[in-house]
């Protein structure tokens, strides 16, 4: 498996960048306006095929308006995972015209996606060796309607999901095979940025097919993000 320099390393540097877009036809930006709520990303994951899958955390409105809509794109599909009261989780499934993604396969690792009533926010990080004016300078000639509100040098990667949720999640929620699933995902680099391994690649690991893994991965990832949610609501 390719290894990347670490952030902590003497000489390397790790920078954040924050964005702003307040362009209707990004759905998390759209849709916030037009039902007057918020949105804020609680985890993205790379799909086979180049699509990204988005778990959002929406507040102000109907869950399944919020999935309704995302009809009117071509390039997203949405469903809810959970809902509550006036909000829930909805999953987004984009393939293209998302600035998250785009940050995500220029080297940038997104760490906070938010909108409200028609503004939007995403924070990234970018680690080494990804240089950051290149990163920016490509990532604003794919997403000209974004705008750079700030760029600094920080000291460490924010820590991924973590914690106890996170293991309660893992050993409660989940079935043997797919925490075993998630596991070799995890191992064969499914999920680094860049991918280092396909789901077809996991799933010849795991003596499955491409189909059966990705029902597996999809299953742990829903009840994963819907049991921290709880959690964190308790």
Do not use: N
């Not at 507040?59 to 794109?73: K, L, N, S």
């Not at 959970?82 to 393939?95: K, N, S, T």
Request: aromatic fraction near 8%.
């Amino acid at each position: 498996m390719e290894s990347h320099p670490s952030p902590s390393d003497p000489g390397e540097s790790v920078f954040e960048v924050e964005f702003t877009i307040r362009d209707p036809k990004y759905p998390f930006v759209g849709a916030s306006e037009a039902e007057t709520c918020r949105f804020e990303l609680a985890e993205m994951v790379p799909r086979q095929d180049g699509e990204y899958a988005e778990f959002f955390d929406v507040a102000g409105t109907d869950a399944r308006r919020i999935a309704e809509q995302a009809e009117e794109f071509e390039t997203l599909e949405a469903r809810v995972v959970e809902e509550w009261d006036r909000g829930g989780l909805v999953e987004f499934v984009v393939d293209g015209d998302c600035p998250a993604m785009a940050l995500a396969e220029r080297g940038a690792l997104p760490r906070e996606v938010r909108s409200a009533d028609g503004s939007g926010r995403i924070r990234a990080e970018i680690p080494p060796p990804y240089d950051p004016g290149e990163v920016v300078d490509s990532f604003l000639d794919a997403v000209p309607e974004a705008d750079l509100a700030i760029k600094r040098q920080v000291d460490s990667l924010t820590p991924l999901l973590s914690g106890a949720p996170l293991r309660e999640a893992l050993h409660t929620h989940l079935t043997d095979r797919q925490r075993e699933v998630l596991r070799t995902a995890l191992e064969a680099g499914y999920y680094e940025w860049p991918r280092e391994a396909t789901g077809e690649d996991v799933a010849e690991q795991l003596g499955i097919s491409s189909a059966t893994f990705s029902e597996h991965v999809h299953a742990a990832e829903r009840k994963l993000f819907a049991a921290m949610f709880d959690a964190a609501d308790r």
